[in-house]
């Protein structure tokens, strides 16, 4: 049993902690759910298996022990499905207390940590098809027994590896994503990444199988991707075509890389997330690197952020109200309750519950479970299913950048953390934007994906404010003292020629590849 007990005001949930036969533990957060906080996305960031400081009540979560932990072998494994059936609230859940979720990120400097996270396309090196299921499973059954992962299963299928805060879990199309722990600084960061990389192509090569550091799928065509066997995926692919035309490009065929970033209090929350949002377009152009659809030039450089703009306009953007006086974590609760869901999960199942609103869900009408309602749990899981540049959690995402090769990897989250965990960085930047138009911004993420560095942008070219914009990364990641500016090599260049990495490689396609994408799998391949 896990108890959230009241304690003043906060919730503070207990983890069951379950030795393996190894010896080691597997620490498993039960208030909040170990797979169901991520749609597109992963629930592991800068702030996950925290206690949460929420609401005044007090819940009790009855749960199956049996079904969260069964050990197999020489290995827990864990139930994907979120607890949700079992809890009972003693009190419905209010407005103020889903604000209050949010607020229970912020925490002092010293405990702020960097989460990194990345995604990445296995294909088979014979014919650099992608991935079927059944490869997965055996790459993940491998990575499991021979480095002592924990599995995540979805009824009979394993859809995830947890090893201590990090997590490996399975995107719509088979995408492999590292969901790193919450690190202390880049070189953590980076050794992690490196590790990762070593396990999966232990196994991996062993299988005939590569893994590709690009934006977007290069050759294939939906027709040719794999569908994973998670039960959410089926309701957001009969979902997706109704909202944009670009919906099921986006759960099939992009890559990204995101850090997730700590805040300490309201004010630094809403300050870290507006420099975010004005410069995240620069962070797309930096790692712009999705030039080619199906074996050819697409036209753009950033194919993958291209894809948002057409996906579903309830829940993606660059969120212009973020830059109102008034803004802050209600604001944003205000936001999330009029986005509409995707489902919910009760009694092993996902309800579909697709055009349906979270302040519907509060009030006990949702048409698809009549006068059901909410839990934290269900709170934590719609957050996730909205897709903004810079996303609100318990932290703040940067969501702009195309996945890429290892060095790039490391840089993102270098970039980020060089802008906004050191203060004078951070007033900098605001300096910097403070008067950007909601229409220059917009432009900005219109343009960048292809344009990149050359997108025009007031007397000169955004390469010119990129430059402005690296100096105090660079000097942010100094002034924090860890050696870690090294780690902004990959991008710097990137900034001194003004050539993307997509222009680098269509100027490969165009020249030695003779208009071939293939060999795009090996010049990409971890």
Not at 115 to 130: A, D, I, M, Q
Not at 268 to 284: H, N, S, V
Not at 352 to 366: E, S, V, W
């Amino acid at each position: 049993m896990a108890l959230i007990s009241q304690a003043g005001s906060s919730y503070c949930v207990q983890s069951e902690v379950i030795r393996s036969k190894s010896g080691h533990n597997a620490i498993f957060n039960i208030g909040s759910n170990l797979e169901a906080s991520r749609v597109k996305d992963n629930f592991v960031g800068a702030s996950s298996l925290s206690c949460t400081f929420a609401a005044k009540k007090t819940n009790i979560l009855h749960l199956d022990c049996a079904r969260l932990g069964r050990k197999r072998g020489h290995h827990v494994i864990v139930a994907a499905s979120p607890p949700t059936e079992d809890a009972v609230a003693a009190e419905p859940l209010t407005k103020e207390d889903l604000i209050a979720y949010l607020a229970s990120g912020c925490k002092p400097k010293e405990k702020w940590r960097i989460g990194t996270e990345h995604e990445k396309f296995g294909f088979e090196f014979g014919t650099l098809r992608p991935m079927r299921y059944e490869q997965i499973s055996e790459l993940l059954n491998g990575i499991a027994e021979r480095f002592d992962w924990d599995k995540v299963m979805e009824g009979d299928y394993i859809i995830g590896l947890i090893q201590g805060k990090q997590s490996i879990s399975l995107e719509p199309g088979g995408q492999f994503e590292l969901s790193g722990a919450p690190l202390e600084t880049l070189h953590q960061t980076c050794a992690e990444v490196n590790s990762h990389l070593y396990q999966v192509k232990a196994v991996a090569e062993e299988m005939g199988i590569g893994f590709l550091g690009i934006g977007f799928q290069p050759k294939w065509g939906l027709k040719d991707i794999p569908v994973m066997p998670k039960g959410r995926y089926e309701i957001m692919r009969n979902y997706m075509p109704k909202v944009g035309s670009l919906g099921l490009d986006m759960m099939f065929r992009t890559c990204t890389v995101q850090v997730n970033l700590d805040f300490n209090s309201e004010a630094d929350m809403i300050r870290k997330f507006r420099a975010g949002l004005a410069l995240q377009p620069i962070a797309t152009a930096l790692f712009a690197n999705s030039p080619f659809t199906e074996g050819k030039p697409n036209g753009f450089l950033s194919m993958r952020s291209q894809i948002w703009t057409d996906t579903d306009k309830d829940r993606t953007g660059m969120l212009p109200f973020v830059f109102d006086d008034s803004f802050g974590f209600e604001q944003y609760v205000d936001y999330a309750l009029d986005v509409p869901m995707y489902f919910v999960y009760r009694k092993k199942k996902y309800i579909d519950c697709t055009g349906m609103t979270f302040r519907d869900f509060l009030a006990g009408k949702l048409p698809c479970i009549p006068g059901e309602l909410p839990t934290l749990n269900d709170w934590e899981n719609h957050l996730t299913t909205i897709f903004p540049e810079v996303r609100l959690k318990r932290y703040l995402e940067m969501r702009g950048a195309d996945g890429g090769p290892w060095r790039r990897l490391c840089a993102l989250p270098a970039f980020w953390v060089g802008l906004l965990y050191d203060e004078v960085s951070l007033q900098n930047v605001l300096d910097m934007t403070a008067d950007w138009t909601p229409e220059e911004r917009q432009m900005l993420r219109n343009k960048v994906p292809k344009t990149g560095l050359k997108t025009p942008f007031r007397d000169g070219y955004l390469r010119h404010v990129a430059e402005d914009v690296l100096h105090l990364a660079k000097d942010g990641l100094e002034r924090r003292g860890f050696k870690e500016s090294g780690f902004l090599n990959a991008v710097a260049e990137v900034v001194r020629t003004g050539v993307t990495p997509a222009e680098k490689l269509l100027e490969l396609y165009n020249g030695e590849w003779g208009q071939s994408v293939d060999p795009v799998f090996e010049e990409l391949l971890y």
